[in-house]
């Protein structure tokens, strides 16, 4: 039921899911982009609601306290440690390695504001957890939210970055300005 009304609130604000999520999948770190808002976050819930898939986010550990905390999980938050202390690229893998399933989404360019260089994170959880990447465009201009083709890590990680970084130049996300470009 909720999935029909996410899909519904989706449809009622203009937008059209293209392509399909692969199901199949155990396990895939998904990106987003591009990300310039806050409201990439609902849409991005929205989105896997209506898709009926379980993907989480990460967040660093101390969002995870109440009063905050009480919301974060249950929205699929899973805490790590951000401090300088812990590798968060090898946590993240971690986690991988110990669940059966699991898929995590990551805004590549790592913030909200205009960034040059997307975060390398994502590609190196993915290379190090042996999984593939699927990009996700959340193409606001066009109301248009399109699932890409896979992309497995190679050993050339500039090459395989620079590929990603492409699907996403030019599209245009729910603050302009603030677009990959």
């Known amino acids: 039921m909720l999935a029909r009304i996410s899909a519904l609130i989706l449809k009622l604000l203009g937008f059209s899911i293209i392509g399909e999520y692969p199901y199949d999948l155990k396990k895939v770190v998904l990106i987003a982009g591009p990300h310039t808002s806050y409201w990439d976050f609902p ?37 790590v440690d951000r401090s300088k202390r812990n590798n968060f690229v090898d946590q993240v893998v971690d986690i991988y390695k110990n669940r059966e399933e699991f898929a995590v989404l990551f805004a590549p360019e790592g913030r909200r504001k205009k960034v040059e260089k997307f975060k390398t994170g994502f590609y190196f959880i993915a290379k190090g957890a ?34 990603i970084e492409s699907l996403y130049r030019g599209v245009v996300g729910f603050i302009s300005e603030n677009s990959f470009t």
């Open 43 to 79: 849409l991005g819930l929205l989105i896997r609601s209506a898709e009926k898939i379980d993907v989480k986010y990460v967040g660093k550990a101390s969002l995870f306290k109440p009063p905050l905390g009480w919301i974060m999980k249950p929205l699929g938050g899973v805490p």
């Open 130 to 163: 042996n999984i593939p990447i699927l990009p996700i465009v959340f193409d606001i201009a066009n109301k248009e939210i399109r699932w890409l083709d896979l992309v497995y890590p190679s050993d050339d990680a500039a090459k395989d970055l620079e590929k």
